[in-house]
């Protein structure tokens, strides 16, 4: 009883409680992964749990999959795939597609590189990397970008800001990127997020789709360009059409 009491007392003095917790995380592979995203990544990284699972989005994927049919084998990336389930989601749609699959955390990488090793696809590629740039000059038909523009902290806490958690210049310059790395007349999909595309200087050579999905559930928790954020309004847009 003793030793349990003071194991409490010590983990009741904030210093202590503070290491106790750091040591917790450590042990934890999923944590030290947060970690060394973090320092390899910095400010680039946008949304930074990797939950998922597969089959997420299939009224936008079949959207998609229909906007694509006239290209046999479309280049395809998943901006944010954490351990590939979008990836393999978007082969049930995209069987003679190339895909690939980008995300900054290490782990979610080795994880999607795994399960391709048991079940071979030599049309599907994965790359640890938190911005399309490391791509090269690659430019792809389509770019999903799924439930990436956002935190978990704004949607728990809704703060008046969002500069401190996620600011919206990252946003913004993360589409840009995007855009350099989509081909005129391909197809962008941002969805799941806490910003508005339309809200960008990027959207001003985009044409905007709803889907009957999306009108259905739109979003509603938004920041602005200024950080604030914007209350009372519904956005459905999930599909941008690059002109050109």
Same mark, same amino acid.
């Given at each position: 009883?003793?030793?349990?009491?003071?194991?409490?007392?010590?983990?009741? @003095?904030?210093?202590?409680?503070?290491? @106790?917790?750091?040591?917790?995380?450590? &042990?934890?592979?999923?944590?030290? &992964? +947060?970690?060394?995203?973090?320092?390899?990544?910095?400010?680039?990284?946008?949304?930074?749990?990797?939950?998922?699972?597969?089959?997420?989005?299939?009224? @936008?994927?079949?959207?998609?999959?229909?906007? +694509?049919?006239?290209?046999?084998?479309?280049?395809?990336?998943?901006?944010?795939?954490?351990?590939?389930?979008?990836?393999?989601?978007?082969?049930?749609?995209?069987?003679?597609?190339?895909?690939?699959?980008?995300?900054?955390?290490?782990?979610?990488?080795a994880k999607a590189?795994?399960?391709?090793? *048991?079940?071979?696809?030599?049309?599907?590629?994965?790359?640890?990397?938190?911005?399309?740039?490391?791509?090269?000059?690659?430019?792809?038909?389509?770019?999903?970008?799924?439930? @990436?523009?956002?935190?978990?902290? *704004?949607?728990?806490?809704?703060?008046?800001?969002?500069?401190?958690?996620?600011?919206?210049?990252?946003?913004?310059?993360?589409?840009?990127? *995007?855009?350099?790395?989509?081909?005129?007349?391909?197809?962008?999909?941002?969805?799941?997020?806490?910003?508005?595309?339309?809200?960008?200087?990027?959207?001003?050579?985009?044409?905007?789709?709803a889907l009957e999905?999306?009108?259905?559930?739109?979003?509603?928790?938004?920041?602005?360009?200024?950080?604030?954020?914007?209350?009372?309004v519904e956005y459905?847009?999930? +599909?941008?059409?690059?002109?050109?």
């Amino acid at each position: 009883m003793f030793t349990s009491a003071l194991r409490a007392g010590l983990r009741a @003095v904030p210093p202590i409680r503070t290491a @106790v917790r750091s040591l917790r995380d450590f &042990a934890n592979r999923e944590s030290r &992964a +947060l970690v060394r995203m973090y320092r390899r990544h910095g400010d680039q990284v946008l949304q930074p749990y990797p939950t998922t699972f597969e089959d997420r989005y299939p009224a @936008v994927f079949g959207a998609l999959a229909s906007r +694509l049919s006239h290209i046999s084998e479309p280049l395809i990336l998943s901006y944010g795939c954490s351990d590939g389930s979008e990836v393999r989601s978007l082969r049930r749609w995209f069987p003679h597609a190339k895909i690939v699959g980008l995300d900054p955390n290490a782990l979610m990488i080795a994880k999607a590189r795994d399960h391709l090793s *048991l079940h071979p696809d030599p049309g599907i590629s994965y790359v640890e990397a938190s911005s399309p740039n490391s791509l090269g000059d690659v430019q792809f038909d389509a770019i999903l970008a799924m439930a @990436v523009f956002r935190h978990g902290e *704004l949607e728990r806490t809704l703060p008046a800001s969002c500069a401190t958690i996620l600011p919206f210049d990252r946003f913004a310059r993360a589409v840009e990127a *995007l855009d350099r790395h989509l081909k005129p007349g391909g197809w962008l999909s941002v969805w799941n997020a806490h910003f508005r595309f339309a809200d960008t200087q990027t959207a001003q050579n985009y044409d905007a789709h709803a889907l009957e999905y999306s009108r259905g559930e739109p979003q509603t928790l938004f920041y602005g360009p200024d950080n604030r954020r914007i209350d009372g309004v519904e956005y459905a847009d999930i +599909l941008f059409r690059k002109r050109g």
